[in-house]
């Protein structure tokens, strides 16, 4: 979705670890089918030889096996496609591991059924699918794939056995759905306590990075996270195409307004329009203290209409907002002055991009100020 040149939906900080945490499940998926796929195939050619019987036929098994890693290839180049591996996909990614699982379990009820059923020397996998499932997807979803397995392994034993079968037969499908069952409750629980103690580690990982990014007056990222972030923003513009911008803005008048209220006004002042720029900005964008009276905002997958918009908005409402002691100053308010550069249309470093951001605020200053600037090639030509 695209709203004044801002595509992409908001995301917080915290959606985008369980973004990275969701997708680095989503790709232990596929690499642990290429395990399994190799297991499968070393096994069936041991056992035949050791009980001198191939259990599947051998034209069967390998119309299953190159649908298994055919399918894997598929799931890989869909992860490694343009534009899926971003945040803003969150949702996407437990779907894919759960269409994954169900593939999973569509070949291997498949290896079961060809394989000799009940008998199927590879029966005792479904436990190992029960268990990768509860770590991958919701419970919910790990508890519908255990039940659907206790239901196809009881459904191939009566299919073998008949209805009439003897109570030791009928036993060991019983106790073989216990197993599953149990399988399914044990991982489960296991899996719980595993997320509520990286719940744990991620609270105190966010709290103390927070900490050591965060400016503890305006409390926006501080100077080292944003070079930070905007050095992977370049690095991930590039690789996917995206756009993005930069604002750099600073307050009219600052040292006039401090040397009339004083530093501690001055500081209530630079916090207020913090908050106001949270207000105005989406989660999405990082917002900085750059210094002294000085921001900078970066706005991922913003073209320069969008990022003009949204700068020109916090201007107009920094313009009308209430500051304590702004009387005093000969202007009789605080204003903002602004200046905005887009990647890829100019620079493509940071600081190349920096400078041109500062080169449309020094224009908006020296055009009278209370203003915002969009970066062109005609002010390098009126610089120059």
Known sequence: M????RDFPEISESDRIHFDITLTKTQWLIRIRWIYSFFILIFFIVHSYLIDKFYIDFFIFSSILFFSILG???FMVILKKKGILIPQNLKLLPVLASIQLGFDFFILSLYVIFSGGFESPVLVLFIFFILVSAFVVKHPKALFYTIASVSLITFIFFLDEGLTVSSQKLAALVAFDIFLIFS???SSFL???MMENEAILQDLFKKTRELSIT???????NQTFFFERLKQEIQQSKRHKFQFSVIILDVDYFKQYNDSNGHIYGSRALKQIGSIMKRVFRLSDV??????DEFVVLLPHTDSVGAFLAADRLREIVEHERFEGESKMSEGKITLSLGITSFPDFGDSVEEILSDADKALYHAKQMGKNR???FSEDLEEKEA
Do not use: C, E, H, P
């Not at 695209?2 to 040149?5: E, H, L």
């Open 372 to 374: 915002t600037v969009l």
């Open 72 to 74: 894997n290839v598929i």
């Open 184 to 186: 399914f409750l044990i």
């Open 287 to 292: 917002l900085a203290r750059y210094g002294g």
């Open 191 to 193: 899996s719980r306590n």
């Open 2 to 5: 695209k709203m004044n040149g």
């Open 215 to 221: 400016d503890g007056l305006t409390q926006l990222y």
